[in-house]
Structure formats: C-alpha cells, structure tokens
C-alpha cells in the first residue's frame, strides 16, 4: 500500500463510529491492513478503552466528539457506521452530514432496513454527500480478520471504498469477497436474504441433528463426529463446522453435554422476518426461509408448549428407527442427503428473491457475483458456493439454481429418495421436520405436471366470479355457477 500525502499530515483514510465489538474490530481490520484510522464513540470511555487495549495494533486517531472525527479524516471523507440499527443509525447520520462536506462517504455497516436504507440514500444525497449501505457479514471474527462485504450505493462512491473494503474482506483463492452490489438499498437488501439463507441452513441443520438425536438415538459427541465427517464432503461449510463444535461441548457446570442445558427457543433479531415478509411482497415462494423464521418463533413459544406438553398431546405410536426397520448407519446417511437437498433448496428460494427484488427496484445484481462474495467471510460461507457462481456462470438467466445441470445432477443421484425416506421416518416417528418437509414439497410443486391450483381457480371462480384462464384457448372466461352454468369469455 502506498501511503497517501495526507497520511503524512496524520489524516485517517477511514473513521468508525461505533466501538462496541464489531465497530472495534472492524476499526483494527482497517488498521491491521496499515491504514490510519479515526475511531468514535458516542460515549468517549468506550473509545478510551478500544485505545488501551488495542491502540498499540495499530495507527489509530481516537475522538471525543463528532466534529474533532470528521476533521481527522482525509478527503474525501469516508467513515462507516457500526451503532445499533434503527433510530441510533438515523441520529448518527445526521451528525455526519452536518459536520462532512460535500463528496464525503456515510457508509452504514448495520444490519439495516434495505428500505430505510433507500430513503437514507435519498437524505444524505440531496445534501451533497454519498450515502453506502452495507451489508457485513462474519460476526465478530470476521469484522476482526476479513469479513463478507455487501456494499450499495452510488457507482462513484464504490470507486473511491472498493479499495479499502477489498483490503479488510475475506479472500477466497485470492479473489476479496466484496463487490458493488447495486445502487442504494441493494447491500442491504441481499444482506437481508443472506440472513434468511441463514436462517434456514441453521434450521436444516438443527433438524438433521434432532433426527441423529432423537430417531436414531446417537449422543452429542457422536452427532459432532458425524458433522465434523459431513464438513469434509458437500457440505463443508463454517455452519456445520460451529455445528461439530457446540454438539462436542461439555458444560462445565454439570459435566453434561452443552446442547443439553440450553433453553431450546431460539431467538431473532429480525433479518430473518424481514427477508419473508419483503418475499410475501414480492410473490416469491421462500417456503424454507419462511418455515424456518415460524420454527423459531414456535420454538419460543415456550407457555404454548409447556400447555400442549401438560395436555399430553400424543405422538402416534412409533417410536423408535428399528421397529421401522430401519438401519442406523444408512438412515444416517439419508439424512446427510436430506440435509444438503433442503439446503439446496433454500438458497435456490433466496436467489430468487434476490433476482426479483433486483427486477423489482431495477438494482442489476448479478446472482453469480454474490455466490462468489459468499464463499468466505460470512456465516454461510460454503464449499458449493462455488458450484453456484458456476452454475451462474453457465447460465446467467437460470430460471432456477435446481435446474442447473450439476444440482439437479445431485438431486437425481439418490438425493431426493433419501429425502423422501427421511421425512417419512420423521414423521411417523413425530419428529418435526418442518423446512425438510417443506422443501421437498417445495421441490415436487415446482416440477409436478399439474397443480391443485386449478381446482382453486375453479373455487374462486365460483363464490366471487374471480374468472380463470383455459390450457386450450386464449382469454378469460367465467361460467354462471348459479344459473345456466354456461360459460362466458371476457
Ligand atoms: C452475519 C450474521 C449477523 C448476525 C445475525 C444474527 O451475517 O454476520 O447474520 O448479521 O449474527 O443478524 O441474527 P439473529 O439474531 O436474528 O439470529
């Protein structure tokens, strides 16, 4: 890196407000990359102490205020927003474009609202300044040692970031997992989807080990043996990875496995319930997205299920594998398989999300170029990530991931009959199962010959004169239910 004049007058290249963890850690990213870089907080105690401990890492400008920040960036200025999504965000930006110029950079690193982060654009804009949403991903490690960034905003101010958030990004095969995503709410729109993926590859993978657990009665250290064996083949990926790790944990307290003294209800910040309700809008079908968002709310249901629990509901009258006849070992595997079509599944859904959000608000996002940003740095970084850039390689128009030919290759070598096998097995063992089901009824309503949608085409028809198309002949018709029962074209 060459050093810029204004380094030499000790201007920062870059400034973070924010120094609670990720801000922290981002601001050391930036520094440990030899960057000279101003650091805020709204309360000074917390920047006192980022100085204390870490000052030493690297060449850090600490301020009290906002003004004293904004005066030892160099131009154009540049600082990224690392507070609490929401109001706090919205009070930080107005601070900054008070006290920037015009040509300065805001960028908010949140997990923001893409729709707050539109009308933002918009603000910051009409006064001169740029305004960037991205969206970061990595959690705390990754804000530390190269995170996956997702940035939007104006081309212009890409050309002036690009190359220091390619310096702090996560690298896969040398390539910087960051690229321009699209103009003003398009980060943080396809953060909001990468969450969503994230949610369901979590689910997919909590019902896998529920099954290992529960159907085939293996034990947590077992189960992180089995995972730990999975993370070298297909699904190798830093989800399962953490997976092998938490089920091999024994608590210290009790000495019983961790997984066992955690309240089984899990929570959510709302990544997760943004991505299905934006999918409700757009009319796409992110059935495994959806489901795994309603698992956890019903997961923390907890006075709901403590009254089904107390109600004695029953579970049926199977309980265990082998009076199904089945065998351990190859249930196992079915469930490997059931796993990975389930994830193929969800990120096949939250790519077309993206794909019509982008059509939607006339974005550009190229879907092969966030599978390529997505293979390191974030949380669900994964070894067929980069079977997806191919398959978006091959086919930039691809209706759909599970038509490319190497995934549906997968799914016709044996996938889809363990899949189906599994959620059989679950469900008479009364194991929910509820984004594998859901999946595969996803996967059999996308190449079934015919769909009960016409019957309710039939339905609506009769009680609201809703009308229906013909498969035989063009146009609108509707039959008198009432009367002659004739048939009337429109
Ligand atoms: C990431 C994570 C990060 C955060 C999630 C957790 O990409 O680094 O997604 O953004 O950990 O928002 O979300 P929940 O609290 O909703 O599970």
Redesign the pocket.
């Known amino acids: 890196m060459t050093t810029p004049a204004s380094a030499q007058q000790h201007l920062a290249h870059i400034g973070v407000v924010g120094m609670a963890v990720m801000g922290s850690n981002l601001a050391r990213n930036f520094a440990s990359k030899g960057h000279t870089v101003a650091i805020y907080n709204r309360s000074p105690e917390k920047t006192r102490a980022v100085m204390e401990e870490f000052g030493a890492e690297g060449d850090f400008i600490p301020a009290e205020t906002i003004e004293e920040f904004v005066a030892s960036l160099e131009r154009p200025r540049k600082a990224v927003i690392m507070v609490q999504a929401g109001p706090a965000t919205d009070a930080v930006i107005a601070q900054l474009v008070d006290a920037m110029d015009e040509g300065d950079i805001i960028i908010d690193g949140g997990?923001s609202l893409f729709t707050d982060t539109i009308r933002r654009e918009r603000e910051v804009a009409a006064t001169g300044r740029h305004f960037v949403g991205a969206g970061?991903?990595?959690?705390e490690e990754?804000a530390l040692r190269g995170p996956s960034i997702m940035p939007g905003g104006p081309a212009e101010s890409w050309e002036t970031l690009g190359p220091l958030l390619e310096d702090i990004a996560a690298k896969v095969d040398g390539v910087p997992c960051v690229t321009h995503i699209g103009p003003d709410g398009a980060g943080h729109f396809v953060?909001m989807v990468?969450?969503g993926i994230?949610?369901a590859d979590m689910q997919v993978i909590g019902e896998a080990y529920h099954l290992l657990r529960y159907a085939a009665g293996l034990e947590p250290a077992q189960i992180a043996d089995i995972f730990a064996e999975w993370n070298k083949g297909d699904l190798d990926s830093y989800l399962i990875e953490i997976t092998a790790e938490v089920l091999r944990q024994v608590d210290a307290r009790t000495g019983q496995p961790f997984i066992d003294v955690i309240v089984d209800a899990a929570?959510?910040?709302?990544?997760?319930r943004w991505t299905v309700k934006e999918a409700l809008d757009l009319g796409v079908p992110t059935t495994g997205i959806g489901e795994a968002v309603f698992a956890r709310a019903l997961s923390s249901a907890l006075a709901q299920r403590e009254a089904a629990h107390e109600a004695g509901l029953p579970a049926g009258e199977v309980s265990t594998l082998a009076s199904l006849g089945v065998d351990t070992q190859a249930f196992v595997e079915d469930v490997r398989r059931a796993l990975y079509a389930s994830k193929l599944v969800a990120y096949a859904q939250g790519f077309d999300e993206i794909n019509a959000g982008s059509q939607e608000h006339d974005w550009g996002i190229k879907p092969g170029d966030l599978a390529r940003i997505w293979r390191g740095g974030?949380?669900i970084r994964a070894k067929f990530l980069d079977r997806i850039t191919e398959a978006y390689e091959r086919d930039p128009e691809l209706p759909s991931l599970l038509l490319d030919p190497y995934f549906k290759g997968e799914l016709e070598k044996g996938l889809v009959d363990s899949w189906r096998r599994v959620v059989v097995v679950a469900t008479q063992l009364g194991l929910p199962v509820p984004v594998f089901a859901s999946s595969l009824s996803y996967y059999d309503s996308l190449r079934a010959d015919r769909l009960p949608a016409a019957l309710i085409q039939g339905q609506r028809d009769f009680f609201g004169a809703h009308t229906y198309r013909r498969v035989d002949m063009e146009g609108t018709f509707h039959t008198t239910w009432s009367g002659e029962r004739e048939e009337l074209s429109y």
Do not use: A, F
Request: glycine share 32%; hydrophobic share 10%.
């Open positions: 997990n970061i991903s990595g959690g990754g953060k990468h969450n994230e949610y929570g959510q910040k709302g990544t997760g974030c949380i």
